[in-house]
């Protein structure tokens, strides 16, 4: 069973906000790359988990 969060962050590139659908199912630690919903740079999402709360959302650019 899935459970997901949806979260806001802001683009290392342009800084807009994004939105990011977190699945709590996927473990503790999670990193993964998406694209700006703006200007489809690719950033490096690292997510740590406590439970069904995030306790740290950090974002960077895939290339930096």
Known sequence: ?????????????????NELMVDISEGPTQEFVVDCEVCCDPIVI???LQGDRV??????????
Do not use: Q
């Open 1 to 17: 069973m899935s459970v997901e969060l949806n979260k806001e962050f802001f683009c290392p590139f342009c800084g807009e906000a």
């Open 46 to 48: 690292r997510i740590k």
């Open 55 to 64: 306790v740290s959302l950090d974002v960077d650019r895939e290339n930096g």
